[in-house]
């Protein structure tokens, strides 16, 4: 009796503590690459860029006590990107891009939470196809890590209890090596902005 006594404060007493720490979050984002004017093969090929893809994208949230500090894993479904040059698509890739940021969240008295992050992404590649000028051939992209920027804000309802809606954007410095039947090309910038939006809920 004492031990089942013992076992059920004990988990009383972790409710208490991690009740209003986890947040999760669905929303859907639009990977928007920055580098437009990569140049591989020595020049051969100029103005190559990878082009924006869409992508349902949860994530999983913790609020670390009473602190204004949380951390967040930003998770994705598979993104495809076309690669172009000059605008005329020569390949493709499929991706997922992880990414953990740590963020300051600016509490104050009205339902907009805004918040700033700075963290780690990664971009794991799989699916290279080619097409067009470079058809036939076998294209290798590399898994690349970078660092990441966040701003954004959750906006939670005076009457919506736990729900709430969030914007944000992340910035991501990301470069991958690429390589064409075995031998090096170059390197692939892609530096996305992530424009994501949706629905959060903090339990």
Do not use: C
């Not at 004017?37 to 949860?58: C, I, Q, R």
């Amino acid at each position: 009796m004492l031990k089942q006594a013992l076992v059920l404060a004990l988990l009383a007493a972790s409710s208490a503590t991690f009740a209003g720490n986890w947040q999760v979050k669905v929303g859907g984002s639009v990977v928007a690459p920055s580098e437009d004017n990569n140049t591989l093969a020595d020049g051969a090929v100029t103005h190559v860029k990878a082009e924006n893809a869409y992508s349902f994208t949860p994530s999983v949230e913790y609020f670390f006590g009473n602190s204004n500090i949380s951390t967040e894993l930003l998770l994705a479904t598979p993104l495809k990107h076309d690669v172009t040059t000059n605008g005329a698509k020569i390949a493709s890739f499929k991706e997922l891009p992880p990414t953990l940021t740590v963020k300051y969240n600016f509490k104050n008295s009205t339902g907009f939470t805004p918040y700033i992050g700075v963290g780690a992404t990664a971009v794991i590649v799989w699916g290279e196809k080619t097409t067009g000028v470079i058809a036939g051939t076998k294209l290798k992209a590399d898994n690349a890590f970078g660092v990441a920027g966040q701003v954004g804000f959750n906006f939670q309802p005076a009457d919506a209890k736990n729900w709430g809606v969030f914007a944000d954007v992340r910035y991501a410095n990301i470069s991958s090596d690429l390589k064409l039947d075995g031998a090096k090309i170059g390197s692939l910038d892609v530096n996305p902005w992530v424009y994501t939006i949706g629905y959060s809920y903090r339990f």
